[in-house]
């Protein structure tokens, strides 16, 4: 009440001194009778509240130490992230400069055999046809046989063209690993579970793609059992990151069933269906592959007894000739390549049946996959609308083994 009072007098003085004095008098006014009222007005109240305040922080400072601790852990996730998709990139580039160079390698020793093999096969020729001395000819027809027949089982035994599509595959999935990670960081909240299964993935890459010749480490590219390429970690489910999500997280018995017949098709069809076009491939490539340095070794022995009549020169130069054709075959038309195509895209099917098997048989629905999610990204891998992959799966339930459609339009 004393300050409300003196608040008004206040008010009142300056108010008889503004009709007075005019605009000089109500800045008079301000500079000297008001400051010396203000400053005797007090807030006793006002020490009295900071225990409340005290209190207040202490309730408030260990959520607040939580926070900085979950954006500390989250920082560190991203950054752990960032420093994954830098070794990815770099996985990337490797990858595409030894395809390249290992393409190269394909088509300079292929051209570089040919020339050998021809150019001895027409000295075998012109030694057999000749009347004078042929000693040098020979000699160089059998040298030129025997290091064609040297060249030929390095090269066979690597196959350069195989060596490429391994390489181009690597580049293609490391790109979409990169990818990936770009995908979790720019949607937000990344997880260690993300972390761990990136670099399984990484790793799981790394052991599929080998890019040393030596020491054991290399494909086998002739294998004894055809099996499709797999390049992922064989652990999809443990990893398997909670959803937040509540309920059915997008998934039905309908579309559970539907998941089912799309794995059966894929199983029955496709990836059968490559697998043994991978091992008619398979066959075809070793044929070759042996043919042509025994062609070519026959052909050196037959240029070394050009002496004993016209069957060693006729085998001499008709060995030649059918191993440059067996040759050119096999690298020209890169049946290795074939090989490890047909095997990747068996493998590409397997991979897609494991990832909605995995789901399926996880009966947390949150840690499943989105339905809706997984049943469009099923329907895009395999060229498909949602409507068309409704219906294959309609058909497969319906015709089982007898269905005559392959689940991809792709490939």
Request: charged share 20%; hydrophobic share 40%; no cysteine.
């Amino acid at each position: 009440m004393a300050a409300m009072k003196s608040s008004s007098i206040i008010l009142q003085s300056s108010s008889i001194k503004m009709s007075s004095h005019g605009r000089g008098g109500i800045t008079k006014a301000a500079m000297i009778n008001l400051p010396k009222r203000v400053t005797k007005i007090s807030l006793p109240q006002l020490r009295g509240n900071t225990t409340s305040f005290e209190q207040l922080e202490k309730q408030l400072s260990p959520n607040v130490e939580a926070l900085i601790e979950k954006d500390d852990g989250d920082a560190l996730v991203v950054a752990k992230l960032h420093a994954i998709m830098e070794a990815v990139a770099d996985r990337v580039e490797m990858h595409k400069n030894i395809g390249d160079q290992r393409k190269e390698w394909n088509s300079l020793l292929l051209s570089s055999i040919n020339a050998l093999t021809l150019a001895a096969a027409t000295m075998a020729g012109i030694a057999s046809t000749s009347h004078g001395d042929a000693t040098a000819m020979t000699i160089s027809s059998t040298a030129m046989y025997v290091a064609a027949t040297g060249m030929l089982s390095i090269v066979n035994k690597i196959q350069p063209s195989q060596l490429a599509e391994e390489q181009r595959n690597a580049t293609r999935l490391f790109k979409q690993l990169h990818t990936q990670i770009q995908t979790i960081l720019s949607i937000g909240n990344p997880t260690p579970i993300h972390v761990n299964q990136i670099i399984d993935k990484v790793l799981a890459l790394d052991k599929a793609f080998p890019l040393p010749l030596l020491g054991g480490s290399m494909l086998d590219k002739f294998p004894a059992t055809l099996e499709p390429a797999v390049w992922w970690p064989q652990n999809i489910r443990k990893h398997h990151p909670k959803t937040t999500n509540q309920g059915y997280n997008g998934w039905n018995g309908k579309l559970e069933e539907e998941m089912r017949e799309i794995v059966k098709v894929m199983k029955l069809k496709d990836e059968e269906d490559y697998l043994r076009l991978a091992g008619k491939a398979l066959n075809l490539n070793k044929l070759l592959a042996k043919s042509a340095p025994l062609l070519t070794a026959m052909a050196a022995v037959a240029s070394s007894l050009h002496s004993h009549g016209g069957w060693a020169a006729a085998l001499a130069v008709g060995g030649g000739a059918l191993a440059t054709v067996a040759n050119s075959f096999e690298h020209g038309g890169q049946v290795g390549m074939v090989f490890e195509m047909y095997r990747s895209n068996a493998g590409f099917f397997k991979l897609m049946q494991e990832s909605i098997q995995s789901n399926l048989d996880e009966d947390d629905f949150e840690r499943r996959e989105n339905g809706e999610m997984l049943e469009m990204k099923v329907a895009l891998q395999l060229g498909r609308s949602l409507s068309d992959l409704r219906n294959l799966a309609k058909d497969s339930s319906l015709k089982g083994e007898a269905i005559n459609e392959f689940a991809s339009k792709l490939f």
